[in-house]
């Protein structure tokens, strides 16, 4: 029950996050935020954890290609909830970030986990090559990889 109390607790501060931080923001391009947080990678630690709140909205293309969320993506996605939005090793739920999907901005392709309650509205709604804004969050990086996860996406069109 403490589980998917967190899962819930987790989609509302991402929503709700998302929802107050996100929408007022002009669109900014990708390739910079990856290019300013890139910089902020501590090369020496293996994980690095962004524990401000970094939040994004991006215009995309869909790559409509997806693939599993590796492991040490996923250890930075727990490691910052649990360390920013102070869950506790059991509350956290695994499966909040199991696959990341492929987009592009200016030809370049970036691959991002996308939250768990976002994967069918991708699967039914979003056709490869579709322009969506994606809003993201910027949560850490390994030493090679800056992390970012899509916990919202603004549709072009109403969804049924």
Excluded: C, H
């Excluded at 929503?15 to 020496?44: G, M």
């Excluded at 709140?53 to 969320?69: E, H, N, T």
């Excluded at 590796?70 to 869950?87: E, H, S, Y």
């Excluded at 949560?139 to 072009?156: F, I």
């Amino acid at each position: 029950m403490t589980s998917k109390l967190a899962v819930i607790y987790l989609a509302i501060v991402i929503n709700a996050f998302s929802q107050s931080q996100y929408d007022p923001y002009p669109r900014d391009l990708l390739f910079n935020v990856f290019s300013n947080y890139r910089t902020k990678i501590d090369s020496t630690k293996d994980i690095n954890i962004i524990t401000r709140p970094y939040a994004f909205k991006v215009y995309v293309s869909f790559g409509d290609s997806s693939r599993p969320v590796t492991a040490i993506t996923k250890r930075i996605i727990k490691d910052w909830a649990i360390k920013v939005l102070r869950f506790s090793e059991s509350e956290y739920e695994e499966d909040v970030f199991t696959k990341e999907y492929l987009f592009y901005e200016n030809e370049k392709a970036y691959w991002l986990p996308v939250q768990k309650g976002l994967l069918t509205l991708f699967s039914n709604n979003v056709k490869k090559d579709l322009e969506i804004d994606l809003f993201i969050t910027v949560v850490g990086s390994s030493k090679s990889q800056l992390v970012l996860t899509v916990n919202e996406v603004g549709l072009p069109f109403p969804v049924k």
